[in-house]
């Protein structure tokens, strides 16, 4: 975690730190959710947009699952044990994410 003044898409704001979202991760999460965007740019800034929209201490969480989950295709009870997060609690987030995903406005649209 770096501070949170950087003004990368990449970096999403955590209690006054930010998670740098790494490329790879990025990228494998949006290929296990599936193209979703114009181009796999926007792909990537969508994901990032969408996590930075949750709450601040849903973030890492979220991402931490959603990595194991779509990134590298595990099981939702495997991929929530893996980060001591029960069933319930983890599909609560996932679905959250999903939400958001579907109301951020594709970066490739706003120009």
Known sequence: MTSANDDSP???PLNGFAM???QAELESVAAGLGEF????QGNL???AEALAQMPQNDRAPLWEL????YGRHKPLERAAGEI???VIRARQL?????ALLANVTPPDSQI
Do not use: E, H, K, Q
Request: aromatic share 8%; proline share 4%; net charge positive.
């Open 10 to 12: 990449f970096r999403v």
């Open 20 to 22: 740098n979202l790494r």
């Open 45 to 47: 800034l969508t994901l």
């Open 84 to 86: 001591g997060m029960d």
């Open 37 to 40: 965007d114009a181009s796999p």
């Open 66 to 69: 959603a990595v194991r989950r």
């Open 94 to 98: 996932l679905d959250r994410y999903d």
